[in-house]
């Protein structure tokens, strides 16, 4: 085979690679409409408030990624990147950091007014703040700082038993 037929192959096969996985990170800033990325048919949904800029939060996401794997359409997961904090934040980056964490769950680049976030969903405090809710949007429970895989998935899954 040819050098050149060798080089394209492997190009196309590298290409097809990286453009298999691409982060779902929306624009947002009205704390009201992020409940909206949630699917209709979740019955459980988890919101995650998270930044690149924090250490719990980062090494939480290797958790986050198999709670969203280990369940179907009953359970949603949707971050908020709360990255935009910082002056010099670039939602390029969080998308970059999302892909190589190959995070597929939703995820909000929130660029709104932080008090109307705090206000609306009482998030003040140190981030990561995760807050599960039902299809109706009553809060079941939150938790802060990094979630337990094992632990978050036990709670959810008695969550969904609950409500059959």
């Known amino acids: 085979m040819p050098k050149s037929a060798r080089f394209a192959g492997l190009s196309l096969s590298v290409l097809f690679a990286l453009s298999v996985f691409a982060a779902d990170l929306r624009p947002g800033n009205d704390p009201g409409k992020i409940v909206s990325v949630f699917p209709s048919t979740a019955k459980v949904r988890v919101l995650n408030f998270w930044a690149i800029w924090c250490a719990p939060c980062v090494a939480e996401m290797p958790d986050l990624r198999a709670i969203d794997e280990a369940f179907g359409e009953e359970v949603a997961l949707v971050g908020v990147s709360l990255d935009d904090m910082l002056p010099d934040a670039k939602s390029a980056d969080t998308t970059r950091f999302l892909d190589k964490q190959k995070i597929a769950y939703p ?27 039902d299809h109706q949007g009553n809060e079941l429970w939150r938790h802060r700082g990094p979630l337990h895989r094992a632990k978050t998935i036990a709670r959810l899954r008695e969550n969904l038993r609950r409500m059959q």
């Not at 109307?116 to 969903?121: A, M, N, S, V």
């Open 107 to 133: 995820n909000v680049y929130y660029t709104g007014n932080m008090d109307d976030l705090i206000k609306q969903l009482k998030i003040d405090g140190d981030i990561p703040v995760t807050i599960v809710f």
